[in-house]
């Protein structure tokens, strides 16, 4: 059985002391691919250092997330872009609009979301969206620049019904799967069935959000197999078929040519 985890942020300092038990542990559990998402200028260096050291294996995105989008955005926008045009990345992200700790920058935050899906208009590249309580401000923004002319996952995703409902009217636009679909607390268990299999993909975002029953601890790619499993439950189909279909969506979107396992 494979698995990708299409979101995760390994290379940051949360994993210093056990990367290479965390490798070992996503590998044994089937997990094959880890896409790398950017968060800011910073962490960039390390990000590159991992798929150096991963090569096949950890597959590198660019990106600006909204909470480190401040009054000189234009400034790591400028430093992103000199590094997009000069280095290997397999999309646009974590990108998007963040409006639950602070909308002091919507604008900003809005400015350099859309400054970032023309990259991935302009590069053919899909992008990995952050979108936390800004639905409707992110739909402006993906409308604004060209939604047709894009492609890419709504990361996270953990919307209303109506949500799901706009996201499923454009075929280009997949969703990323975590451990959210675990917890007690969603509902979205209840309406996830209406994107069939072929619009879903499978993520961590560890160290973050981890499963069940894992929520406390740190998150890493090996319970991508935990979100399959919940998957398959609500579905009603083999984990096998949730883990196929989602690889293959996974290899398609981000373009990944996959090892074999371990």
Same mark, same amino acid.
């Given at each position: 059985?494979?698995?990708?985890?299409?979101?995760t942020?390994?290379?940051? /300092?949360?994993? /210093?002391?056990?990367?290479? /038990?965390?490798?070992?542990?996503?590998?044994?559990?089937?997990?094959?691919?880890?896409?790398?998402?950017?968060?800011d200028v910073?962490?960039?260096?390390?990000?590159?250092?991992l798929?150096?050291?991963?090569?096949?294996r950890?597959?590198?995105?660019l990106?600006?997330?909204?909470?480190?989008?401040?009054?000189?955005? @234009?400034?790591d926008?400028?430093?992103?872009?000199a590094e997009l045009?000069?280095? @290997?990345?397999?999309?646009?992200?974590e990108?998007?609009v963040?409006?639950?700790?602070?909308?002091?920058?919507?604008?900003?935050?809005?400015a350099?979301?859309?400054?970032?899906?023309?990259?991935s208009?302009?590069?053919?590249?899909?992008?990995?969206?952050h979108?936390r309580e800004?639905?409707?401000?992110?739909?402006d923004?993906?409308?604004?620049?060209?939604?047709?002319?894009l492609?890419?996952?709504f990361?996270?995703?953990?919307?209303h019904?109506?949500e799901? +409902?706009e996201?499923?009217?454009?075929?280009?636009?997949l969703?990323?799967?975590?451990?959210?679909?675990?917890?007690?607390?969603? /509902?979205i268990r209840e309406?996830?069935t209406?994107?069939?299999? +072929?619009?879903?993909v499978?993520?961590?975002d560890?160290p973050?959000?981890?499963p069940?029953p894992?929520?406390?601890?740190?998150n890493? @790619?090996?319970?991508?197999?935990?979100?399959?499993?919940?998957?398959?439950?609500?579905?009603?189909?083999p984990?096998?078929?949730?883990?196929?279909?989602?690889?293959e969506?996974?290899?398609?979107?981000w373009r990944?040519?996959?090892?074999?396992?371990?």
């Amino acid at each position: 059985m494979y698995l990708v985890d299409t979101h995760t942020h390994i290379y940051l /300092d949360a994993f /210093d002391a056990d990367l290479p /038990d965390v490798m070992r542990r996503a590998l044994e559990a089937g997990v094959v691919a880890f896409c790398l998402p950017g968060i800011d200028v910073q962490s960039l260096p390390r990000l590159k250092a991992l798929c150096a050291h991963y090569p096949g294996r950890c597959f590198p995105m660019l990106g600006l997330h909204p909470t480190n989008v401040g009054p000189d955005y @234009p400034k790591d926008l400028a430093l992103l872009r000199a590094e997009l045009d000069t280095s @290997p990345s397999i999309g646009i992200g974590e990108i998007g609009v963040d409006l639950h700790w602070n909308s002091d920058y919507l604008h900003e935050q809005q400015a350099a979301f859309e400054e970032q899906l023309r990259w991935s208009i302009e590069k053919d590249l899909p992008v990995a969206i952050h979108m936390r309580e800004a639905f409707p401000q992110v739909f402006d923004s993906l409308h604004k620049v060209g939604i047709d002319k894009l492609r890419g996952v709504f990361h996270s995703f953990g919307g209303h019904r109506e949500e799901l +409902e706009e996201i499923l009217r454009y075929p280009q636009f997949l969703l990323g799967i975590n451990g959210v679909v675990t917890y007690k607390n969603t /509902d979205i268990r209840e309406y996830l069935t209406m994107a069939p299999l +072929e619009r879903l993909v499978l993520e961590t975002d560890a160290p973050y959000l981890p499963p069940v029953p894992y929520r406390g601890k740190r998150n890493e @790619p090996a319970y991508v197999a935990l979100i399959a499993q919940k998957v398959a439950e609500v579905y009603g189909v083999p984990v096998e078929k949730v883990a196929a279909k989602t690889t293959e969506n996974a290899t398609k979107l981000w373009r990944l040519l996959l090892p074999p396992p371990a």
